[in-house]
């Protein structure tokens, strides 16, 4: 008969994310921890939502000193995760897992990450426009200096100043 391990002796002492409000194809969550035990341990690490959507494993973490993991949105099938409230469990891989903290994921960005609006029935696709013209576009009204996507193809790449009103991630 082998005889198993005892339970190894795991404290999590400190865990942080960021950001706490994360895009999928923004920066990457980075999960952050701390954790007591007498020796080095195979720890594991899961993102949950219902069920687990990714788990690392880190192997023979050293106690006492600071472990770093990003997440870059995927989950273990290889999809982008979708919107919704995450937390991180952290614990010794086989053992009781302990939440370290959570965070909120929004699978994209719509185009523009910081305040924005739309610039409401004129700038809608399909407008009509002079000559029988109709528009070919969707307007959206940022603040000078905001990130967004490249435009597509053929697409208008002019910035505007107006101030905005609604956040997103």
């Known amino acids: 008969?082998?005889?198993a391990l005892p339970p190894p002796d795991f404290h999590l002492t400190a865990a942080r994310v960021a950001p706490a409000?994360?895009?999928f194809d923004g920066r990457p969550v980075r999960i952050r921890f701390r954790f007591r035990a007498r020796r080095r341990l195979a720890v594991r690490v899961r993102i949950v939502r219902r069920g687990v959507v990714r788990?690392?494993?880190l192997r023979h973490a050293i106690p006492g000193r600071l472990q770093r993991l990003r997440w870059d949105g995927i989950t273990s099938r290889g999809h982008s995760a979708r919107d919704g409230r995450y937390r991180v469990r952290i614990g010794p891989a086989g053992?009781?897992?302990r939440h370290a903290a959570s965070f909120v994921l929004h699978s994209h960005f719509y185009p523009v990450r910081g305040p924005h609006r739309f610039r409401g029935a004129t700038g809608r696709f399909g407008a009509p426009r002079s000559g029988g013209r109709r528009h070919e576009g969707f307007d959206v009204v940022a603040g000078a200096a905001r990130r967004?996507?490249?435009p597509a193809a053929g697409a208008s790449s002019a910035t505007s100043t107006t101030p905005s009103s609604t956040a997103t991630c």
């Open 21 to 23: 409000r994360a895009c």
């Open 55 to 57: 788990s690392f494993l």
């Open 148 to 150: 967004s996507p490249p």
């Open 1 to 3: 008969m082998i005889a």
């Open 95 to 97: 053992g009781r897992m």
